[in-house]
């Protein structure tokens, strides 16, 4: 729930091995993150290191230094741009007056915001318990100030303030009721691939304009706004392709570079729905200066999640805004502007040709008693040519079917 009142908050960054460019967007990406969590960023504190300080992740100079400010400016929160250890954030908290949180938990606080449905709410209590659960050993510290980020949102004090063992407990019950909700989509997707249809998944990195793209392209209402992970729950919509064939599509949630593993692992399944797809659409925001690893970000992702082997198609979004040192990667890409009809009739004639390859041709002699085979093959293929031929009462169809589509049976039957 958003805060009434914004909470302060010193940003603060340590530059190892990155360049200063991929450090400074680094940056910018956790200002963003603070501000989707209705935080305001007062200041930020830089420093250049070898690697983190093990203890308190900077120099002992730079603390004092983050002290003072903290001090003068009267922080609420220090957000830290990588993960901290136990140790550190104990040594840290220790040091420092006010909240101090990582990337990590700014992220799960987010999703901890956004999380509509009870899949995803259950998933982001699961990250947010696995990623607490070492930082409560043994610290001795005010639980009240380890709340879940900003406004203290998240698994909430009076769960955290209990033993380990009931958080323990609290896991492995949300476990059981994701495995039931598994079960649940596992079912209904059994029940999609007997009435077989081309899948595609949009993917991306958060932000790049995929809610936006899928609104306008479905017939569909996915919340879309300019804020990092304006969607977190799976929503899959038909989406008519030129030839009049019905293709299903499902916008998922953003990635991100150094995605908490909690929630790699807890988001896994709202995936699942990519996995099973036949083309992925992997948006792109090409007017961001860092789109290049945002797009590295997003491949490296999808090799960790093993759904790099579906075919893909980079679609690099924004055109109309289109960053001057912009040059799009190999391969089968598409530049376009979500708002332009045009550039979307194209992108779906560009997703129908897609189809068309991973299809089979077929040629056959439909009986006119056929009129149901007739409807599927309509409806359920991608039909290129129908003519009745009068002289032996039937109909001859051209056109193009998935692999695996139950109506092949058929096709054999009264293929030419």
Do not use: W
């Amino acid at each position: 729930m958003p805060i009434s009142q914004k909470e302060t908050a010193i940003l603060v960054g340590s530059q190892t091995d990155e360049t200063d460019r991929h450090f400074q967007y680094s940056m910018e990406e956790l200002a963003s993150l603070t501000a989707t969590a209705q935080g305001e960023v007062v200041t930020r504190l830089t420093q250049k290191q070898v690697k983190h300080h093990p203890a308190t992740y900077i120099g002992k100079g730079k603390l004092e230094e983050l002290q003072a400010l903290e001090e003068e400016l009267e922080s609420d929160l220090i957000i830290f741009n990588d993960e901290l250890s136990p140790s550190q954030l104990r040594n840290l908290q220790e040091q420092l007056k006010g909240r101090v949180i990582d990337r990590t938990q700014l992220i799960l606080d987010i999703f901890a915001q956004r999380a509509k449905s009870k899949e995803g709410q259950l998933q982001v209590e699961l990250a947010q318990l696995q990623y607490l659960l070492p930082r409560l050993a043994g610290q001795g510290i005010a639980l009240s100030r380890l709340g879940g980020g900003i406004g203290t949102r998240g698994p909430g004090e009076t769960k955290l303030e209990s033993d380990r063992r009931h958080i323990r407990r609290r896991i492995d019950e949300i476990k059981k009721q994701l495995n039931i909700i598994v079960e649940h989509r596992e079912r209904y997707r059994e029940r999609r691939k007997r009435n077989r249809a081309f899948q595609i998944a949009i993917v991306g990195y958060t932000n790049a304009g995929k809610s936006t793209l899928f609104n306008r392209i479905s017939t569909a209402d996915s919340y879309e706004e300019d804020k990092l992970f304006a969607t977190l729950d799976p929503m899959t919509r038909k989406l008519v392709l030129p030839s009049g064939y019905s293709a299903i599509i499902t916008d998922t949630v953003g990635f991100i570079q150094e995605l908490p593993t909690a929630l790699i692992a807890a988001f896994r399944s709202t995936l699942e729905e990519a996995r099973e797809a036949d083309l992925l659409l992997h948006v792109v925001d090409s007017s961001n200066p860092d789109y290049e690893n945002h797009e590295q970000t997003v491949q490296q992702l999808l090799k960790e999640l093993e759904i790099d082997h579906v075919p893909q198609l980079t679609v690099y979004n924004k055109a109309d805004q289109i960053h001057h040192e912009f040059v799009p990667s190999a391969g089968d890409v598409f530049i376009m502007s979500a708002f332009k009809e045009e550039d979307r009739q194209q992108l779906k004639k560009k997703i129908e040709a897609q189809a068309v390859a991973s299809m089979e041709f077929y040629h056959m002699l439909v009986p006119s008693t056929e009129g149901r085979l007739l409807s599927v093959l309509k409806t359920e293929t991608i039909m290129r040519e129908l003519v009745f031929l009068e002289e032996k009462d039937a109909y001859m169809c051209k056109g193009y079917v998935l692999k695996d589509h139950p109506v092949l049976g058929a096709v054999k039957l009264y293929g030419i």
